[in-house]
């Protein structure tokens, strides 16, 4: 099982921007659909958004909406969250989230349960 890394992460202040990125060693994000959760302490983790690397889809959480863009660099290696308007939201842990079955997004895209392969996490922090 390949697992993605993230990275991007850091601390930043309100209003700021941050770009994450995302790697799976040997494996292109040709056909399949891979996400970006969120979990601050406390919480429950939460899908932010996600990409259907065949059809260039993107799939956004109503909280983040207008701030942050999702895409992938032209070799399908790299996947990236380009977030804007950072707002101070208790340090959630980014993670990295690809469905290695290679099935679409659709509507369960910001399920937990959608994904097999997930990342370690990258921090972010937002002051105010």
């Known amino acids: 099982q390949a697992q993605p890394v993230e990275s991007g992460g850091g601390s930043v202040q309100a209003g700021e921007s941050l770009r994450l990125s995302c790697v799976v060693s040997g494996f292109t994000f040709t056909e399949t659909c891979m996400a970006w959760f969120r979990q601050a302490p406390g919480n429950e983790r939460e899908g932010v958004a996600a990409f259907s690397t065949r059809y260039g889809a993107t799939y956004r959480s109503d909280s983040v909406e207008g701030r942050f863009t999702v895409s992938q660099d032209k070799d399908k290696i790299s996947v990236y969250l380009q977030m804007y308007s950072l707002k101070p939201e208790g340090s959630p842990m980014y993670y990295c989230?690809?469905?290695?079955?290679?099935?679409?997004?659709?509507?369960?895209?910001?399920?937990?349960?959608?994904?097999?392969?997930w990342g370690q996490g990258t921090q972010v922090t937002v002051s105010a």
């Open positions: 989230a690809v469905d290695s079955l290679r099935s679409p997004c659709g509507s369960s895209w910001s399920s937990f349960g959608h994904f097999d392969w």
